[in-house]
């Protein structure tokens, strides 16, 4: 059975004592709930990465990373690197998301470089991809999103690519308060279902844990979840509130 999953990416938010204070009431909530079903990550700023690794070994989540750099060392002043995410025991890593393509100008090719690097560093890529708003209204969704996993994560042999967790984020539901219906979402999740099985065969299609992502909260994520192809989410500002967080954990 493929595995559940709720991440939470802070992006830049929260001061040191903030998200100190976020995390242990996520590690309280998690040891009430003794939920087991779901796979939790908490990707908060690269600076608190330290400290949650020492939070969660008390308690039941997973930490990630919300970018990597496509280089493993060197002159690259400001960049973190796969091999220093892996030396603090850091699991996963967000790559692809639209706030890295829109304002860091990230396109495919280097996404693509990027889930290379981490995998090559036993770093599980949170791998976004999701359409723009014309495109959407241009009825080009589908096609927008097999280009974009054409171009960086099919390149992959399939011992690498099945090491991948898929998130589907159309760009218009990010940080709006809009969310994609749960058949909007249901209907792109099973198209990239298919078009993984068409790649690399129906066993590793059907044990890809695909995750929504786009204004999911603790009102909305029972629905999303409840789709057959959608098995979790990646949550933005719902992330940020420990309360609300927990709650879209338990819709899973
Ligand atoms: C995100 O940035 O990955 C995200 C899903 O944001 P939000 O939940 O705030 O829409």
């Known amino acids: 059975m493929r595995e559940k999953i709720v991440a939470g990416n802070w992006k830049m938010n929260k001061t040191f004592t903030e998200a100190e204070e976020l995390m242990h009431q996520i590690a309280d909530g998690l040891e009430q709930m003794e939920e087991d079903k779901v796979g939790v990550i908490l990707c908060p700023p690269a600076i608190y990465l330290e400290m949650a690794i020492d939070i969660s070994e008390e308690s039941s989540f997973f930490v990630g990373a919300q970018n990597i750099s496509e280089h493993e060392s060197g002159a690259y002043t400001g960049e973190i690197s796969a091999p220093m995410l892996a030396s603090l025991n850091i699991d996963y890593c967000i790559i692809g998301h639209s706030e890295r393509r829109k304002y860091f100008e990230e396109n495919d090719e280097l996404i693509g470089r990027k889930v290379a690097v981490a995998i090559h560093n036993n770093i599980t890529p949170i791998y976004c991809c999701g359409e723009v708003l014309p495109e959407r209204q241009a009825g080009n969704h589908l096609e927008v999103v097999k280009m974009q996993l054409e171009k960086a994560v099919f390149i992959l042999p399939p011992s690498e690519f099945s090491n991948l967790i898929i998130a589907y984020e159309p760009v218009w539901a990010i940080g709006t308060g809009v969310n994609a219906t749960p058949e909007q979402a249901q209907e792109m999740h099973a198209y990239i279902r298919r078009l993984i099985g068409a790649k690399y065969g129906q066993d590793i299609a059907h044990q890809m ?29 719902a992330s940020l509130k420990a309360e609300e967080f927990l709650k879209i954990i338990q819709s899973v």
């Open 209 to 237: 844990t695909i995750l929504y992502g786009g204004s999911c909260n603790a009102s909305n994520a029972g629905a999303l979840f409840s789709q057959p192809d959608v098995d979790g989410g990646l949550i933005g500002g």
